[in-house]
């Protein structure tokens, strides 16, 4: 069990926006500490896709953004595309396991 | 380009030692934290081990703590993982990665840059 809590898959049609939420604890994202946001396809290493909660590399679409609110965060995909089907994984610090923590991760499918 | 690649993955047995390399170039070294990330089969991303950018600061998860030692040689501007007590569980690819940020602790940044991977089996 993660201690960064992400739903293990979600769905959504072309078109549509997903939301993909991370739920940690008051150690790391309630104490704080920035949230990262990972996309991984099938057989190729993590990409990053959000930095510091809410900020995009030079080349991420604005399609996908990133927000956090207390111990959790989330990561916003708008205009869904079948490019987008791919593995999401959310990453922070937590200061009780002086750690850098993964979410379990969340299979994304468009329909 | 920004490139990392790592070497030095295979098959080893159970108890048996291995040391991974991930060659950086088209960025400076010297001015970035670096870490190793593992994924098992089939599993989720976990992060092993992190060293500062002088090497004289190291971190690892409490799953490799006293088996695993992170270096780094900024003259040949490459990342080491030395594997020792080598468990069925240990059984990943590993992925060198890049702080995002230069010259930060190496605790609350993300990884801007990852290599390919390279797979470690642990089997007898």
């Known amino acids: 069990q993660s201690v960064l809590t992400q739903p293990p898959s979600m769905s959504g049609a072309p078109g549509q926006r997903v939301s993909i939420s991370c739920t940690g604890s008051?150690?790391?994202?309630?104490?704080?500490?920035?949230v990262h946001w990972y996309q991984q396809l099938p057989g190729t290493a993590p990409k990053l896709l959000i930095y510091a909660n809410n900020n995009r590399p030079s080349g991420v679409p604005d399609r996908f953004s990133g927000s956090k609110s207390g111990t959790s965060a989330s990561l916003a995909i708008t205009g869904l595309q079948a490019e987008d089907e791919a593995d999401y994984y959310c990453q922070s610090y937590d200061s009780s396991l002086s750690a850098r923590l993964f979410g379990g991760g969340t299979k994304l499918t468009v329909l | 380009e920004v490139q990392l690649l790592e070497s030095g993955g295979g098959l080893v047995q159970p108890g048996g030692s291995l040391r991974l390399s991930c060659a950086a170039s088209?960025?400076?070294?010297?001015?970035?934290?670096m870490s190793w990330v593992r994924q098992a089969p089939g599993k989720g991303l976990e992060w092993v081990s992190g060293?500062?950018?002088?090497?004289?600061?190291?971190y690892y998860a409490d799953s490799v703590k006293g088996r695993f030692t992170i270096s780094r040689d900024n003259s040949k501007n490459t990342l080491y993982l030395q594997m020792d007590s080598l468990r069925a569980e240990d059984t990943a690819i590993y992925f060198c990665?890049?702080?995002?940020?230069?010259?930060?602790?190496?605790?609350?940044?993300?990884?801007?840059?990852w290599g390919q991977g390279t797979m470690v089996t642990v089997s007898s």
């Open positions: 060293i500062r950018t002088t090497g004289s600061t190291t």
């Open positions: 008051s150690s790391n994202i309630g104490a704080g500490y920035d």
């Open positions: 990665a890049k702080d995002h940020q230069r010259y930060s602790s190496g605790g609350n940044d993300a990884f801007d840059i």
């Open positions: 088209g960025f400076t070294f010297t001015s970035y934290a």
